[in-house]
């Protein structure tokens, strides 16, 4: 009796470990992925939004600004990040936008909000 109460909660103890696995850190290997959407649109809505908001006085040169940011489970811009600037006061300018951007609906995998990260270029000419 005691062997088998013993292999029982064994048995037990061990599927509680395994369905503790998951969450943040699962990875899908499959299932659909349905991208994030600003307004309704994609990423043209978005310069649009950015073109609008833009305030051009404060590019000093013409050029390329690239900057990455997150688009977290919520739909809201995190992380900016500027990789490449055309001067200080344009870099602090497209920051100023982004965090004031509309939030965005987020992109799902497997019917679940996740987060992403997206890397644009902004050309001034």
Not at 51 to 59: A, E, G, H, W
Not at 67 to 92: H, M, P, Q, V, Y
Not at 97 to 125: C, E, H, N
Request: aromatic share 14%; hydrophobic share 40%.
């Amino acid at each position: 009796m005691k062997k088998f109460l013993f292999f029982f909660l064994l048995v037990l103890f061990s599927n509680l470990s395994f369905s503790q696995l998951g969450g943040e850190d699962e990875v899908y290997l499959g299932g659909d992925t349905i991208d994030a959407k600003f307004q309704e649109g994609g990423i043209d809505k978005f310069y649009d939004y950015i073109i609008q908001n833009f305030n051009l006085s404060t590019v000093e040169k013409s050029g390329q600004i690239i900057f990455t940011f997150t688009i977290n489970e919520l739909g809201e811009i995190k992380n900016i990040k500027i990789l490449r600037d055309l001067g200080t006061n344009s870099a602090l300018e497209l920051i100023r936008v982004l965090r004031k951007s509309p939030k965005w609906q987020p992109a799902y995998r497997a019917g679940k909000p996740i987060s992403i990260d997206l890397k644009m270029p902004l050309t001034f000419k």
